[in-house]
């Protein structure tokens, strides 16, 4: 059963990554989600399904569209390929449980965040907002299922305090702190908040440690000035799903360590 989990969920997450793939390239710009088909932008031609499997269809063409051979970014695998790959670690680490739709529903929204974000420097409206009360939907009745509903109301504290702790420094710091990453905090509070105060905590203070050690690598090769911007979301994203995946033996250890 475990097998078969883990490889569903790798199969699930090609095909939420082909779709993360779409919301990538036209939530941005206001685009639909559903229509029109997607499309060559080159020659325009439709793509057929056959040239639509995830990963595959990219190793199989080349990397280039089928009509008119032009080139095909590397980056539409990737998101396919990390997407199944997190779908795999997650059904790993949260097992055949009621909680694992909502956790699922967590990682793909990090990713997809994540990207919109490094390309776009925003982090738009319209993946958050609905996105975020599903989240707490899908967690408050799994913690109903499992007889424990006080544990749905920690995660909306969470959502809450994390949204609070950011919104301080968006408003301390407009520059440093956009409104985007806010609102994904809120939903990266409901998903830790699920599992834990600390968890929460882990992946809040992972998302600045990160960011701090990746500016100042950048400020040190000079590829990046002291006034340049950073986008914060793939910070928070990667943090968030660290916290989700290895939080619990990092804070074990450092309950350990510490003696608490």
């Not at 670690?89 to 793909?108: I, T």
């Not at 609905?130 to 009745?141: C, S």
């Not at 990160?210 to 590829?223: C, H, I, K, N, Q």
Request: net charge positive; charged share 10%.
């Amino acid at each position: 059963m475990d097998t078969l989990l883990l490889v569903a969920c790798f199969l699930l997450g090609l095909a939420a990554g082909s779709f993360g793939n779409v919301v990538i390239a036209r939530v941005p710009a206001g685009g639909s989600v559903v229509r029109p088909r997607s499309a060559c932008p080159g020659c325009s031609a439709p793509v057929a399904a056959a040239d639509n499997v995830p990963v595959l269809s990219w190793l199989l063409l080349r990397g280039r569209c089928r009509r008119c051979g032009m080139r095909i970014s590397p980056m539409y695998p990737l998101v396919e390929l990390v997407t199944a790959l997190g779908f795999t670690a997650v059904a790993a680490r949260v097992g055949l449980d009621w909680a694992l739709p909502g956790f699922l529903l967590f990682a793909w929204t990090l990713i997809v965040a994540a990207v919109i974000d490094a390309r776009t420097r925003r982090i738009p409206n319209r993946l958050t907002y609905p996105l975020t009360p599903a989240l707490l939907v899908l967690l408050g009745l799994a913690a109903v299922a499992q007889g424990d509903p006080l544990v749905a109301l920690r995660a909306l504290a969470g959502g809450a305090a994390a949204f609070a702790a950011l919104l301080a420094l968006a408003l301390i710091s407009p520059r440093g702190m956009g409104m985007g990453d806010v609102k994904l905090a809120a939903f990266i509070g409901i998903g830790l908040g699920y599992l834990g105060w600390s968890h929460v905590l882990l992946g809040m203070f992972g998302a600045f440690l990160l960011g701090g050690v990746v500016a100042v690598a950048l400020l040190a090769v000079r590829l990046r000035g002291r006034r340049d911007f950073l986008p914060f979301g793939p910070y928070l994203a990667v943090a968030a799903l660290g916290a989700l995946l290895v939080g619990r033996p990092l804070i074990d250890a450092y309950l350990g360590l510490s003696g608490i």
